[in-house]
Nanobody, 127 residues
Framework: QVHVVESGGGLVQPGGALRLSCEGS????????IGWFRQAPGKEREAVSC????????YYADSVKGRFTISRDSAKNTVYLQMNSLNPEDTAVYYC????????????????????WGQGTQVTVSS
């Protein structure tokens, strides 16, 4: 069964940091552009970041630019999302998925292009 497994979420105070992991199961993440998304209660799923097959191709939502960094570890078949300077607006369930239509990250990320979703990992930023 092809899917990803997200981990690394938790409860953190405002200003804190977390590193999320997205591990591939049944497929090689390096073969795809990988995106991170988040969904807060009552809101639509939104794109947070993306890394292409080449790590020179990346995308960050305006709301996370300068605070989040996406990276790959090919040996571990894992994509990471380092999140710094977290604020309560970052509270959401975070998901990763593979882009089945592109190998790079364009200026706009479309959720419908992604598949192999995991169950997500909860990030809560609160004092």
């Amino acid at each position: 069964q092809v899917h990803v497994v997200e981990s690394g979420g938790g409860l953190v105070q405002p200003g804190g940091a977390l590193r999320l992991s997205c591990e591939g199961s049944g497929f090689t993440l390096d073969d795809y552009a990988i995106g991170w998304f988040r969904q807060a209660p009552g809101k639509e799923r939104e794109a947070v970041s993306c890394v292409g097959r080449s790590t020179t191709s990346t995308y960050y939502a305006d709301s996370v630019k300068g605070r989040f960094t996406i990276s790959r570890d090919s040996a571990k078949n894992t994509v990471y999302l380092q999140m710094n300077s977290l604020n309560p607006e970052d509270t959401a369930v975070y998901y990763c998925a593979a882009n089945l239509m592109r190998v790079a990250c364009p200026g706009v990320v479309y959720v419908y292009e992604y598949d192999y979703w995991g169950q997500g990992t909860q990030v809560t930023v609160s004092s």
